[in-house]
């Protein structure tokens, strides 16, 4: 069955440090992929996706994202974190079924020091 | 992308009563879903709302207490009947132009049954 793992719960970082968010997912053919960012009180925004091609995609407000087949895994980038990227991350797949249907990780809530 | 919005965008109900959420898109697209995002969990599709004829629904998701109608290609609506406590959730609408496109979300409805 698929399904998307995001290990990190929770995460801090300083603003202007990096930021990594890890996303492993299992599926059995090439994966659309998606990363989304829900803000406090708000809907889901798309910060980016894979779908094909080039495996380092880039996304709105400085987000890069790397699809390593080999690894199984789609992990969010940032080179130097913002205090209004705190928010709620999540990772989806898209179902294999041709449904439309998207799988999501459990999602990983970023707090950003001062 | 696809201007979408929903209505009520927080209610606060009581125990045995049935909300209608409404979700209205800008254009036309082929796909529409709602899904539901409990009280610090990820989003679980409950449906795919199909123009025409009767709504897809999910494992562990039924029509009597999910019913769902889209009578068109650019609004759908949502009821969650009978609420109990177990009900409060986000309730999100999401569109897409094709069942492997990108999924655009509503704000969602924050919805408290007491």
């Known amino acids: 069955a698929q399904s998307v793992t995001q290990p990190d719960i929770h995460i801090t970082v300083s603003e202007g440090a990096s930021l990594e968010l890890r996303c492993n997912y299992s599926y059995g053919a090439t994966p659309y992929l998606f990363w989304y960012v829900q803000s406090p009180g708000q809907g889901l925004q798309l910060l980016l996706k894979y779908f094909s091609g080039d495996t380092l995609v880039q996304g709105i407000k400085g987000f890069e994202a790397e699809f390593k087949r080999s690894q199984s895994s789609f992990n969010l980038r940032k080179p130097s974190v913002h205090w209004s990227d705190a928010a709620e991350y999540f990772c989806?797949?898209?179902?294999?079924?041709?449904?439309?249907?998207?799988?999501f990780g459990q999602g990983t809530t970023l707090q950003v020091k001062p | 992308s696809a201007v979408i919005s929903q209505k009520p965008s927080r209610d606060i109900c009581q125990r045995g009563t049935s909300l209608t959420i409404q979700c209205q898109v800008d254009?036309?697209?082929?796909?529409m879903f709602w899904y539901r995002q409990q009280p610090g969990q990820s989003l679980t599709l409950i449906a795919t709302a199909n123009q025409g004829s009767e709504a897809t629904y999910e494992s562990g998701f039924v029509i009597d207490k999910f019913p769902i109608s889209r009578p068109n290609l650019t609004f759908s609506t949502l009821t969650v009947s009978n609420m109990s406590p177990e009900d409060s959730s986000i309730y999100l609408c999401?569109?897409?132009?094709?069942?492997?496109?990108?999924?655009?979300f509503g704000p969602g409805t924050r919805l408290l049954v007491l």
């Open positions: 254009s036309q697209v082929t796909m």
């Open positions: 999401s569109v897409a132009l094709a069942s492997q496109e990108t999924q655009y």
């Open positions: 989806a797949v898209a179902s294999s079924s041709n449904t439309g249907k998207l799988i």
